[in-house]
């Protein structure tokens, strides 16, 4: 696979139109299915320095309605991935998405405490502009220090996020 570098960019409100692209695909294969598909991350914070990776959580009822929901999303290119380790969170793999923005996919039941942190934290930052500013710099920072080390670029913001969850009470 070779040595991946981390990238972060300026905001982009191409992200935003991005995203409505991956929902519209998403909303048609589900069918009903979801409650809702939530643009979360950092692409989905106007003014905020990111990598140009949409994340996307689609919001189900409760886990009676994985089987069904991994089915419909297998049906247009998506594997189920399990959990990676975070309770509440199914991840989903794909091919032949060229047409879209690279994103990462994941199902919620709606009493899940990741969806429940992933709006809160966007939502936060999209009523503070100076934790935006403070976060981009934090980000462009990890990103110039640990250009191919994903884990240390995580473990150099992570202070600043859980200054954030315990600001909002998580």
């Known amino acids: 696979m070779g040595i991946r570098t981390i990238?972060?960019?300026?905001y982009d409100a191409?992200?935003?139109?991005?995203?409505t692209a991956i929902k519209a695909e998403l909303q048609e294969a589900l069918d009903g299915l979801?409650?809702?598909?939530?643009?979360?991350?950092?692409?989905?914070?106007?003014?905020?320095?990111?990598?140009?990776?949409?994340d996307i959580d689609v919001v189900i009822r409760d886990e009676s309605m994985l089987e069904a929901v991994i089915a419909a999303l297998g049906r247009i290119g998506y594997r189920h991935e399990g959990n990676y380790g975070i309770a509440g969170r199914e991840a989903f793999g794909y091919e032949g998405k060229?047409?879209?923005?690279?994103h990462h996919?994941?199902?919620?039941?709606?009493?899940?405490?990741?969806l429940?942190?992933?709006?809160?934290?966007?939502?936060?930052?999209?009523?503070?502009?100076?934790a935006v500013h403070e976060y981009?710099?934090?980000?462009?920072?990890?990103?110039?220090?640990?250009?191919?080390?994903?884990?240390r670029y995580i473990e150099?913001?992570?202070?600043?996020i859980e200054g954030i969850y315990r600001k909002i009470g998580i």
Do not use: M, N
């Not at 905020?48 to 949409?54: D, G, M, N, R």
């Not at 150099?156 to 600043?160: C, E, G, L, Q, Y």
């Open 7 to 10: 990238i972060v960019l300026p």
């Open 14 to 19: 191409q992200w935003k139109q991005d995203f």
């Open 34 to 54: 979801a409650l809702r598909i939530e643009h979360v991350g950092s692409t989905s914070v106007p003014g905020l320095s990111a990598k140009p990776i949409i």
């Open 98 to 102: 060229e047409h879209l923005r690279d």
């Open 105 to 114: 996919l994941y199902v919620c039941p709606l009493d899940s405490p990741e």
């Open 116 to 130: 429940k942190r992933h709006i809160a934290f966007r939502d936060y930052l999209r009523s503070h502009p100076e």
């Open 136 to 151: 981009s710099r934090v980000k462009e920072e990890g990103a110039e220090l640990y250009p191919h080390d994903i884990d």
């Open 156 to 160: 150099h913001k992570s202070p600043f």
